[in-house]
């Protein structure tokens, strides 16, 4: 099962304001919103997680290209997590952030991020 999806867009302040209206009718509003400054790892200056009942399931991040690039399988456990790493290494991977916690998104997410053979960024996720 997939578990979130990020798209890339144009303009993020113009996309934001776009699928916060255009997601609220079926439940959809914005989750949390991360900057550099919070998360200096982060690839871009900000993302927002926009999604229902608490969990952003859509994340939006500004590019000059279009397209996805990152997505997330929510796994059963964290030894799936560390399971799907290892594998995902050994199939031809290369490492993007190993299995461990990442409290800055919420207390309890464990996941593992690789960079498969065409470069996309995906991940395995457990909520705890």
Known sequence: MIDHYTL???DYAKSKAFYLEALAPIGYEQVMELTR???PSLSCEATVGIGPEGKPV???VQSDSVGPTH?????PTR????AFYAAA???GASDNG???ERPHYH???YGAFVIDPDGYNIEAVHHG
């Open 107 to 109: 207390p309890g997410y």
């Open 8 to 10: 890339l867009v144009r």
């Open 79 to 82: 030894e799936a997590v560390d």
């Open 58 to 60: 859509l994340w939006l």
């Open 89 to 91: 290494i050994k199939a």
């Open 71 to 75: 997505i997330a399988f929510r796994a």
């Open 98 to 100: 190993g299995p461990g």
């Open 37 to 39: 400054n919070e998360v």
